[in-house]
């Protein structure tokens, strides 16, 4: 077989690319208006991007890691948008130093527990990690850079938090995650804190009042825990060690180990398991509403919710689906555009009342969960049921027939011939 040059492949991975895109939008013609918005923002939060060159590097490395995502960071008020740009960045040197298995246990304990003091060496870089990672900390002296050019008040929220993640981290390094204390803990250092440190960044910038930590805690475990969920595979695979997170509290009641549920003859145990730890993570959405709705500054909110309603879209996605354990389980890129093109509270209610819904519909009256996981779908759905009115559907497959598409595509067609006949 002839090997295809580098150069043949690259075009053949964008054509083939694009053609999913096209079999995409076929397939949900209504994602076409989402999609379309996406790009135009995206051009515009291009056009946002700091002259700084340390800043510039910053929000280089904040598309790249956060893909997307990094479209609301960059709608938030220009002080703001700084300040959290870098703090996610600090916050993802952490993880890139606590994912390298090939740095020495010793050495990454000092870097976990002290790099919130390396943030204040101009020189500082370490060389780990792998792609956007590797190139991100052997350039993050740029990020510090950027860090000491934020006001004090910034700095000491940024510094506070990064070492009480560095903290979690270590205590988690070799630790099994056996109850669910344990797991409300880990999820709290690896992501509950950043939720703290948000508000704080919030409250600093005097665009929001003070939140209790209980829901800014909330706000960080619903994400990191949709993120436990959906990986099931690719950390259960993970070499040289597993690094699954699934508490053994919960697990151990449908296996004697946790891959066990991989095996098909085992795929009922495994959808036991897996919509228990779904429901556990429903258990926060409330809490999540409850600190949206006070956010007062519309790109605030529209940055928070991104990643909330994404994060339900997930577990809904993934609640009582096989795929989470033979493959994987991704939201598709039309969705997410909608997602991300949120405006209110209103758009809020309506995402999670329409994920909640379609949780409901896949409850089976004889999962161990069911009743629990009711409960907290029923509590979300009543709050919402009253504030939705006029609002978009957001759905995880189209409900508008190809003839929609094809309707828009005959139209655009014309409007094409009739310029065309007009140059003529």
Known sequence: MVKQ???????????????????????????????????????????????????AFCYQMLRRVSGSFSI?????????????????????????????LTIPYDLKVELLRNLHKKIFDRDFHFPCGNNDYKLLMDKFYLVILAFLGLTTGYQEVITEITERMGEGMVKYLNTEIISREDYNEYCH????????????IFYTAGMEQFTPDYLSNAMGLFLQKTNV??????????????????????????????????????????????????????????????YMAALQDQPNLRFCATFQITAL?????????????????????????????????????????????LIAAKIDKTDPSAVTTHKFVDDIRSIC????????AFTIESKFGHETFLVVALF????????????Q
């Open 72 to 100: 609301v960071i960059l709608q938030l008020e220009p002080g703001l948008r700084n300040a959290v740009c870098v703090f996610y960045l600090v916050l993802r040197g952490l993880q890139a130093v606590e994912d390298d």
């Open 412 to 423: 655009v067609i014309l409007v094409i011939m009739l310029l065309i006949v007009t140059k």
């Open 229 to 290: 969920i959906r990986d099931y595979l690719e950390n259960i695979n993970a070499q040289p060690t597993s690094r699954l997170r699934w508490p053994k509290e919960v697990w151990s009641k449908y296996a004697d180990k946790p891959e066990a549920f991989m095996d098909e003859t085992n795929y009922k145990q495994g959808l036991h398991c897996l919509n228990e730890m779904v429901t556990d993570a429903l258990s926060h959405g409330l809490d999540c509403l409850h």
């Open 385 to 392: 049921r009253f504030e939705i009115k006029n609002r978009r």
């Open 189 to 200: 250092f690896s992501a509950g804190l950043m939720g703290l440190g948000l508000t704080r």
């Open 313 to 357: 879209g997930t577990l809904a996605m993934c609640y009582n689906n096989v795929e989470v354990f033979r493959g994987s389980v991704r939201m598709r890129r039309g969705l997410t555009a909608k997602i991300l093109d949120v405006k209110n509270m209103v758009d809020v209610y309506g995402a999670f009342y329409d994920f909640t819904r």
């Open 5 to 55: 040059g580098p150069a043949r492949f690259e075009r053949d991975s964008k054509q083939s690319f694009k053609m999913g895109i096209i079999g995409a939008i076929l397939k949900n013609p209504e994602d076409l208006h989402h999609l379309l918005k996406l790009k135009m923002a995206s051009a515009a939060a291009n056009r946002a991007i700091p002259s700084d060159p340390n800043l």
